[in-house]
């Protein structure tokens, strides 16, 4: 198992290099114009010349793409055009980001795996065909019109009052990025404990029940912010990133019911299921650690996968969200995304560069994790004196 882990690790790393190389290449030669095209109107030529000549994009491509490279090796992604650094603005928007990402797809997946599995195991009925038809709605929608329709039902809802103490809040500065990351570290944490202790009464030929993961995933963490002192702190940062983690969730769980529905269906027309049923073997059984559990690995492969195109649509929710002024729908949201928006608008090449390839680590680690869980789950892997 560790020589795999080492080899996928190893082979993960090189894929970043070749990432990270391919992703300032083409960033540079794609990106029309450059940063300082933005003031043509207010700057001379001469003035312009100088300008990139101490922004250094006037030298070579190759010398500023060595450089880079040095500078990524040591965890230095330079600095942005305006002169901040740009490690420090992936430290101060990524955690936003994360949180938003981890905790809608902690909701969207068992919400979609547990309806989509039922919906397969009654094919054909009304509320089965009705629930492939919404998940179908909801994979389709478009991200700015559920913004909308999100931001308005609670902007009456509240009397615009909800929104605006939420705007509020993020000014004063009550919500801190250090606190963000805290958050992510102990879900992890929690995470990483309660997996390990379903590996360890897996191996002792011993389960827990399935309903009884959820609410350790979701209380554990809980108390562990009450633990730090930190559960008010905690409760403003989710309140506040409720309505981007209500959209993200919804765009999301519509993709885990169908693909659950599909290879739970599939799965159910499989020699092992047949045989089960031919022994007696409850329906629920069969469902839920038969045919569901064939279906979980290749769900959690296609969401592994679907992860940028999910960070893609969290960049309209976090732009769409980010209006600026103060109204009913006075809400900013910050994160990684919106930040990637308005770089782009402003040809900042070294933040463009930096968020990208810190989406690129986050779904490479994504797949690393999925590595690990195929090799953990899938019975048919093994590894060492094992394989043979």
Known sequence: MTKYLVGRLAAGLITLVVFATILFFMTDLLMPGDFVT???NDLTDAQMAELRNYLGIDRPLLV????????LATGDLGLSFWGVSVSSLLWALLPWTLLILVVAM???FPAGYWMGKRAAWKSGATGSAGLTMGSIALHTTFPP?????????????TSGEGMNSLHRLFLSGDLASQTVWRMLGTIAVVAIAVSAMGLLLSRRKKSAPTRLWIPALV???VLAW?????AGAAFDVLLYLALPITAVALLAVGEVVLVTKATTAAAAQEDFVIGARAKGVQEA????HHAARYALLPTLSKLAVSVPFVLAGLMIVEVSFGWPEAGTLGLTVPGLSSMLFTSLEQRDVPVVVGGLFAIGLIVLTLRLLLDV???TLDPRIRFGRDAA
Do not use: C, N, Q, S
């Not at 500023?64 to 500078?71: D, L, N, P």
């Not at 909308?148 to 809802?157: C, E, Q, Y």
């Open 219 to 221: 209380i554990g963490p």
């Open 145 to 157: 019109l559920l913004v909308f329709v999100l931001a308005i039902g609670t902007a009456k809802l």
């Open 226 to 230: 009450a633990a730090m002192g930190m």
């Open 106 to 108: 902690g909701v969207a």
């Open 64 to 71: 500023r793409y060595v450089e880079y490279m040095k500078g």
């Open 38 to 40: 933005r003031f043509t």
């Open 285 to 288: 059984d069969i469902r839920d």
């Open 373 to 375: 869980a195929h090799a």
